[in-house]
C-alpha cells in the first residue's frame, strides 16, 4: 500500500518550527548535532573506545575531536582498527548469531562472556554525552577535513531516525543519561552501534544496500539491527514509555484529490519524572508507486501549540518530531498538544478511487508502548466519496458537496485510521453489532450478505469463549488489490477475492483460505485491539493468538480434517525457521533476499506461534485452555499484556509453572512435538 523512505537530512527552515523555550531550541541543538565539524588532526596509537559490550581498537592513524558548535562531543579516527562487540543476552543469543551469519560478513565465537563478533576497520566516527572521551595526544598529522565529509555524506544515506534527534532530546529531556553512537567503515561492512537514552538499550546495526532496482531507492542505506540488548529492564518485560498517548481527537479536510488538512489534538502524560521534550513518530515523506512511476509525497508539521496557546519549538524529520515544551510538564499528569499538518499525504494506491491513512503514524505517536488512546474524529471529505473511521458512529451527513463522518472511540486502542474512497456502503446490527459492508466502486448486494453473515458467525462463535465482542462497529471494507487483510479497530481491510471469490481466474488463485482469512481478521478485535501487544517482540498475541482463534472457527464450522490440515499447514511452514530465530525476535530475523526474510516472519508469527498454542491446548484439555483465553481477556481487556503476564497467569489458574514451557517454545527454538 505505501513504501516509506526517508531522504537525507536537509536542515531547511520548513522541518523546524516555532520560537523554543531555553537559553538554546531543540532546532538549534539539532542543527549544531547535524553540522559538526572537525579539530586539528593528531597522529595516534593504541587508543580504545568502548561503551557497554561494544568496543573500538585504534591501533594507528590520525585523530581529530569533533565538535557540535563549540562543544566537543566525540573523536572520528582513519587508520586502522579492529570493533568487537559481545551479546550478553541469551535470549537473543541464537537469533543474533543467524543474522550475523545470514546478512554480515563478521567474525562469530561463543565466549565466556556471551556470542561476540569481531572486525577490523579503517574510519570510526564516535560520539558520545554522557560518557567521557580520551584525550588526543600526539604529533600534529595531516588534516582529515575530507575523509570526515565523506564519512558524513555516507552515513547520512541511512535510513531510520536522525542522530541529531537522539542527542538534542537527551539535551533537553535528560542532560545526565549516556547517548553514545559509533560508525565504522572500512571494514567487511559499515557498522553501527548506538546506546540511546528512551528506554535504553545498545544495537549493533549493519547497513545494507537495497534490494530494488529503482534508482531512487537505491541511493539509501538500510538498517538491520543484529543485537538489541536492553539496559536495565528485563526483555521479557514491557517496554516503559516516556510519554502515554492518553486521548486523540482528530479533524481532517480531505480535497477531492491528494491533500489534507489535519488538525490533532493529543492528551499525553510524560511518566516517572517531568518532561521538557517529547518525542513520536509522524510521517514526513512518502513514497508511492504508480505504474513504474516513484512519486513522492509529504506530510508537513506546521505548527506545534499548548493549551495556553504557545507555539512551541520542534523538528519534523526522517518521519520523527521532537517537540520542546514551554516548561517541564509535571509526571502523571495530563498534557494537551495540537498540531497542525496538511501534504499530499493521501495516497491513491494505483490511482484507485480511494485514500488509506493507515496503521503507519500519520499523526504524531510515541512508540508502541504509549500508544493507549481514546481516539474522536471528524472527517470531511467531498462527494462521491464516503469516510470510514474506528468506534461508535456519532454522525455521517451531507453539507454541500462534503459528505462527514463523526466517530468516537471510549476505550483506549492504538493503530488507529481512517480511509476514504467510492464505496457503496450496506449495514445491518446483527447481536448488538453494527456489520458495515463496504464494496468498492460497485453494489455487490450479494457478497454484502455473505459477509455480514460470515461475520455474524464469526463473532457469535468467539463471544462464546472470548467474551463480548470489543467494538460497537465493524467495518468491512474492500481493498482492490489481491491476497492480504488487515484489522485495525472497529474495521477490516479486506482484498477483493473476499468480495468475488468464484468470477475471475485471479480471484480463485486468491480465494482458498478467505474464511480463515476472514475469521483471523475479526479475532484481531480481541487479540491487538482489546488485549494489545507492548511491542513487535510481543506480536505473537497478536497474530499467533488470532491465527489460534480462526483456525478453532474453522473446526466448529467446518470440520475437524480442516483444524487438523492447518496444524499440518503451520508445522510445515515452521520447520525451517525453528533451529534458530525465536518467536519473539521474529521481526529481527534477516536474510539476503524479501522473499526469505518474509516467510522467516511468518513462519514465526503465523505457523510455530499457533503451533505452540496448540500444544498448550492439548496439554491443558478443553476446558481449562478456553477458560484460560477467555481469563486473558477478562484480565488485560483494554491494556497491554505479555507472554509474562500471560504465563503468570496460567500458573495462577493451575498452580503449576508454564515459564519452563514459554522458555522452550517461545523464548527458546524448540518446536513442541504435535
Given at each position: 500500500?505505501?513504501?516509506?523512505?526517508?531522504?537525507?537530512?536537509?536542515?531547511?527552515?520548513?522541518?523546524?518550527?516555532?520560537?523554543?523555550?531555553?537559553?538554546?531550541?531543540?532546532?538549534?541543538?539539532?542543527?549544531?548535532?547535524?553540522?559538526?565539524?572537525?579539530?586539528?588532526?593528531?597522529?595516534?596509537?593504541?587508543?580504545?573506545?568502548?561503551?557497554?559490550?561494544?568496543?573500538?581498537?585504534?591501533?594507528?592513524?590520525?585523530?581529530?575531536?569533533?565538535?557540535?558548535?563549540?562543544?566537543?562531543?566525540?573523536?572520528?579516527?582513519?587508520?586502522?582498527?579492529?570493533?568487537?562487540?559481545?551479546?550478553?543476552?541469551?535470549?537473543?543469543?541464537?537469533?543474533?548469531?543467524?543474522?550475523?551469519?545470514?546478512?554480515?560478513?563478521?567474525?562469530?565465537?561463543?565466549?565466556?562472556?556471551?556470542?561476540?563478533?569481531?572486525?577490523?576497520?579503517?574510519?570510526?566516527?564516535?560520539?558520545?554525552?554522557?560518557?567521557?572521551?580520551?584525550?588526543?595526544?600526539?604529533?600534529?598529522?595531516?588534516?582529515?577535513?575530507?575523509?570526515?565529509?565523506?564519512?558524513?555524506?555516507?552515513?547520512?544515506?541511512?535510513?531510520?531516525?536522525?542522530?541529531?534527534?537522539?542527542?538534542?532530546?537527551?539535551?533537553?529531556?535528560?542532560?545526565?543519561?549516556?547517548?553514545?553512537?559509533?560508525?565504522?567503515?572500512?571494514?567487511?561492512?559499515?557498522?553501527?552501534?548506538?546506546?540511546?537514552?528512551?528506554?535504553?538499550?545498545?544495537?549493533?546495526?549493519?547497513?545494507?544496500?537495497?534490494?530494488?532496482?529503482?534508482?531512487?531507492?537505491?541511493?539509501?542505506?538500510?538498517?538491520?539491527?543484529?543485537?538489541?540488548?536492553?539496559?536495565?529492564?528485563?526483555?521479557?518485560?514491557?517496554?516503559?514509555?516516556?510519554?502515554?498517548?492518553?486521548?486523540?481527537?482528530?479533524?481532517?479536510?480531505?480535497?477531492?484529490?491528494?491533500?489534507?488538512?489535519?488538525?490533532?489534538?493529543?492528551?499525553?502524560?510524560?511518566?516517572?519524572?517531568?518532561?521538557?521534550?517529547?518525542?513520536?513518530?509522524?510521517?514526513?515523506?512518502?513514497?508511492?508507486?504508480?505504474?513504474?512511476?516513484?512519486?513522492?509525497?509529504?506530510?508537513?508539521?506546521?505548527?506545534v501549540t499548548d493549551e495556553k496557546g504557545r507555539e512551541l519549538g520542534f523538528v519534523h524529520d526522517r518521519d520523527q518530531i521532537v517537540v520542546q515544551l514551554a516548561e517541564p510538564a509535571p509526571p502523571d499528569a495530563p498534557i494537551k498538544l495540537k498540531f497542525e499538518i496538511d501534504g499530499d499525504f493521501l495516497v491513491h494506491p494505483g490511482g484507485d478511487s480511494y485514500w488509506e491513512l493507515g496503521t503507519e503514524p500519520w499523526f504524531p505517536q510515541p512508540q508502541l508502548a504509549g500508544q493507549f488512546y481514546t481516539f474522536h474524529c471528524v472527517v470531511r471529505v467531498k462527494k462521491p466519496f464516503l469516510a470510514f473511521a474506528p468506534g461508535k458512529t456519532v454522525r455521517r451527513a451531507a453539507e454541500g458537496d462534503v459528505n462527514v463522518l463523526e466517530t468516537r472511540v471510549e476505550k483506549p486502542v492504538c493503530f488507529a485510521v481512517i480511509l476514504a474512497g467510492a464505496y457503496e456502503v450496506d449495514e445491518e446490527v446483527k447481536n448488538g453489532v453494527t456489520l458495515r459492508v463496504a464494496t468498492y466502486a460497485l453494489k455487490n448486494p450479494r457478497a454484502v450478505k455473505q459477509l455480514t453473515n460470515l461475520a455474524a458467525n464469526i463473532i457469535q462463535y468467539y463471544e462464546a469463549f472470548l467474551g463480548p465482542f470489543p467494538m460497537p462497529e465493524l467495518n468491512i471494507i474492500e481493498i482492490n488489490d489481491f491476497g492480504f487483510g488487515q484489522s485495525p479497530p472497529g474495521t477490516m481491510f479486506i482484498t477483493k477475492e473476499a468480495f468475488n471469490p468464484l468470477i475471475e481466474e485471479e480471484n480463485q488463485l486468491y480465494s482458498q483460505g478467505v474464511n480463515e482469512r476472514f475469521a483471523h481478521e475479526i479475532a484481531h478485535q480481541y487479540w491487538g485491539i482489546a488485549v494489545k501487544m507492548p511491542s513487535f517482540e510481543e506480536q505473537w498475541l497478536t497474530e499467533s493468538f488470532a491465527e489460534y482463534s480462526a483456525a478453532l472457527f474453522l473446526k466448529a464450522y467446518k470440520n475437524?480434517?480442516?483444524?487438523?490440515?492447518?496444524?499440518?499447514?503451520?508445522?510445515?511452514?515452521?520447520?525451517?525457521?525453528?533451529?534458530?530465530?525465536?518467536?519473539?525476535?521474529?521481526?529481527?530475523?534477516?536474510?539476503?533476499?524479501?522473499?526469505?526474510?518474509?516467510?522467516?516472519?511468518?513462519?514465526?508469527?503465523?505457523?510455530?506461534?499457533?503451533?505452540?498454542?496448540?500444544?498448550?491446548?492439548?496439554?491443558?484439555?478443553?476446558e481449562t485452555f478456553f477458560t484460560f483465553l477467555k481469563s486473558c481477556q477478562k484480565s488485560f481487556a483494554w491494556k497491554f499484556a505479555s507472554t509474562k503476564k500471560m504465563a503468570g497467569l496460567l500458573q495462577y489458574m493451575t498452580k503449576k509453572d508454564y515459564m519452563p514451557f514459554f522458555d522452550r517454545y517461545y523464548w527458546g527454538i524448540e518446536m513442541p512435538k504435535d
Open positions: 500500500m505505501r513504501a516509506i523512505l526517508v531522504g537525507v537530512v536537509c536542515l531547511a527552515a520548513a522541518r523546524m518550527g516555532g520560537a523554543a523555550a531555553g537559553p538554546e531550541g531543540v532546532a538549534s541543538i539539532v542543527e549544531r548535532f547535524e553540522q559538526l565539524s572537525i579539530g586539528d588532526a593528531k597522529q595516534v596509537s593504541g587508543l580504545t573506545l568502548s561503551s557497554g559490550h561494544f568496543e573500538c581498537r585504534l591501533s594507528a592513524g590520525r585523530a581529530a575531536p569533533v565538535l557540535a558548535g563549540d562543544e566537543v562531543i566525540g573523536v572520528y579516527y582513519d587508520g586502522g582498527g579492529t570493533m568487537s562487540y559481545v551479546s550478553a543476552d541469551p535470549l537473543e543469543a541464537s537469533t543474533f548469531s543467524y543474522n550475523v551469519r545470514k546478512v554480515s560478513s563478521l567474525k562469530l565465537d561463543k565466549t565466556d562472556q556471551g556470542v561476540r563478533v569481531t572486525d577490523g576497520f579503517a574510519r570510526v566516527l564516535w560520539l558520545a554525552q554522557g560518557r567521557p572521551l580520551p584525550p588526543i595526544e600526539g604529533a600534529a598529522a595531516a588534516p582529515l577535513t575530507e575523509s570526515f565529509s565523506r564519512q558524513r555524506e555516507k552515513f547520512r544515506r541511512a535510513n531510520g531516525p536522525s542522530p541529531a534527534q537522539e542527542f538534542a532530546l537527551r539535551a533537553l529531556d535528560s542532560p545526565s543519561a549516556p547517548v553514545v553512537r559509533a560508525e565504522l567503515e572500512g571494514g567487511s561492512g559499515d557498522v553501527v552501534y548506538q546506546l540511546d537514552s528512551e528506554d535504553p538499550a545498545e544495537t549493533l546495526t549493519v547497513l545494507r544496500k537495497s534490494w530494488s532496482d529503482d534508482p531512487e531507492m537505491r541511493k539509501h542505506l538500510y538498517p538491520e539491527d543484529l543485537s538489541v540488548q536492553l539496559v536495565g529492564r528485563d526483555p521479557k518485560d514491557a517496554p516503559l514509555p516516556r510519554v502515554v498517548l492518553a486521548d486523540v481527537d482528530v479533524d481532517l479536510k480531505a480535497s477531492d484529490a491528494d491533500r489534507g488538512a489535519l488538525t490533532v489534538v493529543e492528551t499525553l502524560i510524560p511518566l516517572g519524572r517531568p518532561a521538557s521534550a517529547v518525542r513520536m513518530e509522524l510521517e514526513r515523506t512518502v513514497y508511492t508507486t504508480f505504474g513504474n512511476n516513484l512519486t513522492t509525497r509529504t506530510e508537513q508539521l506546521r505548527r475437524e480434517a480442516t483444524f487438523n490440515a492447518l496444524v499440518k499447514h503451520w508445522r510445515a511452514r515452521a520447520t525451517f525457521v525453528t533451529s534458530e530465530v525465536t518467536i519473539p525476535l521474529a521481526n529481527r530475523g534477516y536474510a539476503s533476499d524479501a522473499t526469505t526474510r518474509y516467510f522467516l516472519r511468518t513462519g514465526l508469527l503465523y505457523d510455530k506461534g499457533p503451533a505452540v498454542l496448540r500444544a498448550l491446548h492439548k496439554e491443558l484439555g478443553d
